[in-house]
């Protein structure tokens, strides 16, 4: 059927994949763990990072980036400007401003020349929310990009604690003023949060904050900084440890590296934690972040039009979990595809071999359902036959002194005897689900009653 996807072409894809890809996902819970991503015809990124500041404040850094070449109409040509405008506006839940800029950006291109043009606010505030809104426009085309967002101040407890994860492309001594420096380090901030490893860029950067550990001049002590990788089985796939870090004060900055070599395309989750072995407290932090292919040609190999993106949702929207379809509507094109291979993949019973029995009865339900009940996958019925498969019994009666709307009952092999009721309340065929002795599933005993 033509609205749903070719089960042949995505299990040649998904074999394909597997001679490539070894690595699953994690998936987030906290909704501000994943960079934001705008709206509109510019598309750029926006990361926050937040630090312990004076007076039980908060140091909260916006770092965007966006790729001007979608600015540029003409991209043979050899200098190039591109004109944009950038309003960025900070408010608190009261509406006071805390900031409010308007910039025009004129940025001279060559050909070869780096597309990526980056930039940072940074606020110290006691706010508890904040409303953002930064929005980019191009000057000549009149594209415009926007990015609407309400954040939470992350309040720091007063003892030993870790920044957010700042994730960092390129570090080197810093010759001049920048708003990218840190404690004389030039740190060109990757607010996507995607790496692609090459021989220019084998590593991604962490810079990341430690508060209020327990330093004595007196008696020297050090502590320590573990990190670990995971993917979407919760698998750790890579790891490292200092176990000895001289204390210099009670507060200090480190930069972690994490080489990306062995990190296969795909979204990753990393942990970090610090031990103060005077104290013997611990603390931790994590965030995600994802590593794309190299050769961005071979990177997309599923077609990602609006159309078969929704496509693709109504495939996994009755088998993944809620955080697993947050996350699927926050990525990037490139980042659903990604999502897609190894959602599938780590479904698979039998890895081992070619076929993924999982995908093919998946697929097989979503083919019944959809040509054999009114509402196609939608309906209830879809839906239950999809998660559950097909009934070991079903009970219909039409109406009749008992019922006055045709009814059926479907009963399954589950902890028992499992009952799904269904009516038809508008007589047009299409059945909604009334009642279920499932735990999982909306439960009206008193269904007769009503119906009647």
Known sequence: MQNLFDLKKLIAIIIFILLLINQSWSYPTDEYDLPIKSIGSIEFYVDVCQYEALKGGSRIEFVYSVDLSQLLSRADTLNLVAIFRINFQLFDSLNHTLLDTIETKHVQLSGDSETIFLDTKIIDTTADSLSLLLAMADSISGKKGIVKKSLVRRKFPGELSISDLHFVNHIQKAVKPSVFEKNGLLMIPNPSRNFSYSEQTPNAYIYFEINHLLFEPENPSSYSVNYKIENISEKEVASHQRPTIPKTSSNCSRVEIIPLADLKPGIYKLTLRITDLLSGKSTTNWRYFSVSSSDKAQDMLLSMTEHNIKKYFDQIKYIATAEEKELFKKLTLRGKQEFLINFWQSKDPNPETA??????????????????????????????????????????????????????????????????????????????????????????????????
């Not at 839906?383 to 009970?395: F, T």
């Not at 009721?421 to 065929?429: A, H, I, K, L, T």
Request: charged fraction near 25%; glycine fraction near 8%.
């Open 355 to 452: 076929e993924n029995e999982f995908m093919q009865e998946h697929f097989k339900r979503m083919a019944y359902a959809e040509a054999s009940f009114t509402g196609g996958i939608d309906s209830d019925m879809g839906r239950i036959y999809i998660q559950y498969g097909a009934p070991v019994e079903i009970k219909r009666q039409f109406s009749t002194t008992e019922f006055n709307k045709p009814v059926q009952i479907w009963y399954y092999a589950i902890q028992g005897i499992t009952e799904f009721v269904f009516v038809d309340r508008s007589g047009d065929g299409w059945y909604v689900l009334v009642h279920a002795t499932h735990p999982d599933e909306y439960q009206n005993f008193n269904w007769i009653k009503d119906i009647k």
